[in-house]
Antibody, heavy 120, light 111 residues
Framework: QLQLQESGPGLVKPSETLSLTCNVS??????????WGWIRQSPGKGLEWIGD???????DLKPSLKSRVTISVDTSKNQFSLKLTSVTAADTAVYYC????????????WGQGTLVTVSS | QSVLTQPPSVSGAPGQRVTISCTGT?????????VHWFQQLPGTAPKLLIY???NRPSGVPDRFSGSKSGTSASLAITGLQAEDEADYYC???????????FGTGTKVTVL
């Protein structure tokens, strides 16, 4: 059974870089039918898709966040990562890593989520 | 800011039927992009409930059903149960935003 687990700092200072890692277990990150992505949830903006990546390295990022987002993969560790630069309080949210099924275009499963607070 | 609009809350007594609407535009639901639904129980991550408008993943009770027409979609819960108290979100793709988008979310309360 495929499972995803986020990890990373829960507190990031304004203007710094948010970095999270998602560990994938019960399946391979090199699956040809899957993208791997990040979604965040904040009280003010609800659920927001951040972006996806394919294990080859190609990415699909939300245009309004594209300039600040990097999603990368480490196939040797079956992990993928998110970096969000120049964070502000508006980036405070629960961050979820997800599998994005390319055939059906849905997000499933989701990791349990990790709260990241941007504050000095 | 969500581009798919849902009612903030719906409620019903046990055993009743409730429906949740998801209203989009011609650049998302109306552009024939599929709609998916997620259930988020308190303190947990969203879970896929309905995919491709009206399909249930394995393990999802047949009390849950989805439909889509024009620029809107709906989720119906029949035979409402206490365990159905949760937040529900629709999701689709928006071609003008070039992004996957979610609904504003609906809280279901079982009276």
């Amino acid at each position: 059974q495929l499972q995803l687990q986020e990890s990373g700092p829960g507190l990031v200072k304004p203007s710094e870089t948010l970095s999270l890692t998602c560990n994938v277990s019960g399946g391979s990150i090199t699956s040809s039918s899957d993208h791997w992505g990040w979604i965040r949830q904040s009280p003010g903006k609800g659920l927001e898709w951040i972006g996806d990546m394919y294990y080859s390295g190609s990415t699909d990022l939300k245009p309004s966040l594209k300039s600040r987002v990097t999603i990368s993969v480490d196939t040797s560790k079956n992990q993928f990562s998110l970096k969000l630069t120049s964070v502000t309080a508006a980036d405070t949210a629960v961050y979820y890593c997800v599998r994005h099924d390319l055939v059906g275009d849905w997000f499933d499963p989701w990791g349990q989520g990790t709260l990241v607070t941007v504050s000095s | 800011q969500s581009v798919l609009t849902q009612p903030p809350s719906v409620s019903g007594a046990p055993g009743q039927r409730v429906t949740i609407s998801c209203t989009g535009t011609s650049s998302n639901i109306g552009a024939n992009f599929d709609v998916h639904w997620f259930q988020q129980l308190p303190g947990t991550a969203p879970k896929l409930l309905i995919y491709n408008n009206n399909n249930r993943p394995s393990g999802v009770p047949d009390r849950f059903s989805g439909s889509k027409s024009g620029t809107s979609a709906s989720l119906a819960i029949t035979g409402l149960q206490a365990e159905d108290e949760a937040d529900y979100y629709c999701q689709s793709y928006d071609s003008s935003l070039s992004a996957y988008v979610f609904g504003t979310g609906t809280k279901v309360t079982v009276l």
